[in-house]
């Protein structure tokens, strides 16, 4: 049976009556030899009594199973938990750590890819300037001269004028301006946040892949409580002088390590 079975409330609920029963039928009695009944015999007081104390004791082992049910249903809970969480964050580290990096090298690509079609532009630019191609000066399709080619004018947000064929402007791309138009509208949903302060170490990936892993097993042999109640566990102890600066109490690793 299930500790959730047990019912802690109702075994106070049910000790608690059983006990006012008996506590009622004692006063009862003793006020009606006090009121001169000689009905009531000194056999039925004592025995009152003794119903008594014993609904006491059991009051108390009730108040104690009590204790037990409910410690016994948080343990529960807490075992619960623990499985909880290593079933639904085991291997968030690696997972993220590998969806950042496929985030990371497709931005890279982004920007790898732009700038290959940027140098060609200004290529395409250059040649056509070489050619001795005119500038577009007004907004319509390139006109068939020239093989139907303009170097484009001015550009725009993101842009740096290019080429114009037919209908199309092929301009250079700052594609710094569309990263950072994703990133500012992730932003807004409130799913990124720039921080001046953040660098990229020297680990990115492995270090978020690593956020979930276990700790190694402590190699330390000496251990102390400190007044507030950390422990410092350590490979070579601390000197007498610095227990006592400290007010540190030296204990077992199995003190350590019991919380």
């Given at each position: 049976m299930s500790t959730t079975d047990i019912d802690p409330d109702q075994i106070i609920a049910d000790a608690e009556q059983e006990a006012a029963e008996a506590e009622k039928l004692v006063d009862t009695l003793e006020e009606a030899v006090k009121s001169g009944d000689d009905s009531v015999t000194f056999e039925q007081v004592e025995k009152a009594r003794g119903l008594l104390s014993f609904v006491r004791l059991r009051k108390e082992a009730a108040t104690r199973k009590a204790a037990a049910a409910k410690e016994a249903a948080r343990v529960e809970a807490c075992e619960a938990l623990k499985a909880d969480i290593t079933t639904q964050v085991k291997g968030d580290g690696d997972r993220f750590s590998k969806q950042l990096k496929t985030?990371?090298?497709?931005?890279?690509?982004?920007?790898?890819?732009?700038e290959a079609r940027n140098e060609?532009?200004?290529?395409?630019?250059?040649?056509?300037g070489n050619l001795g191609i005119?500038?577009?000066?007004h907004m319509g399709p390139a006109a068939a001269t020239h093989g139907g080619v303009r170097l484009a004018a001015n550009g725009g947000p993101g842009l740096t004028a290019g080429v114009i064929v037919g209908r199309r402007r092929v301009d250079v791309?700052?594609?710094?301006?569309?990263?950072?138009?994703a990133l500012n509208m992730l932003a807004r949903e409130n799913k990124y946040k720039h921080l001046d302060f953040v660098d990229a170490g020297d680990d990115l990936?492995?270090?978020?892949?690593?956020?979930?892993?276990?700790?190694?097993?402590?190699t330390a042999k000496y251990f102390y409580r400190g007044p507030n109640g950390g422990v410092f566990a350590k490979d070579d102890?601390?000197?007498p002088e610095e227990i006592k600066r400290n007010q540190l109490t030296v204990i077992t690793k199995a003190e350590a390590f019991s919380e």
């Open positions: 985030a990371v090298d497709g931005l890279r690509e982004l920007y790898e890819a732009a060609n532009v200004r290529e395409f630019r250059r040649r056509a005119p500038e577009q000066k791309i700052d594609i710094n301006i569309f990263v950072n138009r990936f492995g270090d978020l892949a690593r956020v979930d892993a276990e700790a190694p097993e402590s102890p601390f000197t």
